[in-house]
């Protein structure tokens, strides 16, 4: 029996204007690593995908949690984050002994937690969140994209890139857009 299961956490989709907030969070077996973890965002697709596959079937145990675009206008995307980490540690099928989060904010959780700055690009347990997180949430967009194709959510996966500020002009706001973000709430104001 292990005695120290730490679970590490990060999430992906804090910056699009749209889709949902994605976290993950991850218990990596120490006696399988799993080589070339890095922070999701300096791999490449295919890398990411090869690894999300490794980690799934390798860790110990992992989860997802998410935050709805309603949430996400209801709450502010900060508190939508920690709702989204809260759940995917919720879904744990291990308890960790420690969980260790990307960035400067914890969520609220029944371990001891401790946010790690660049946690990402330094524990492997982050790093496995990480990936888990971006390629569950690029799914997503893969998908919403084939629901409303007007946007491009293939291309920019939500993010404000011209393209997307442009197709959001031309075709107004979505359902599955964040309201509550700027870019999103110009424009619906200029559809109404």
Known sequence: MLDTLICGVDEAGRGPLA??????????DPSRPIFGLADSKKLSASKRDYLAKEIRSQALAWAVGRAEVEEIDRLN??????????????GLARVPSKVLVDGNR?????YPVA??????????????AS???KTVRDAEMLELHRLYPCYGFDQHKGYPTVAHLSALRRHGVSVVHRRSFAPVKEVAQSFL
């Open 115 to 128: 946010a790690v700055v660049k946690g990402d690009s330094l524990i492997a347990e982050i790093s496995a």
């Open 106 to 110: 914890c969520p609220s959780i029944p």
């Open 131 to 133: 990936i888990i997180a």
């Open 77 to 90: 995307i900060l508190q939508a984050t920690l709702l989204a980490m809260q759940r995917a540690v919720a």
């Open 19 to 28: 889709g949902a907030v994605i976290a993950a969070a991850v218990i990596l």
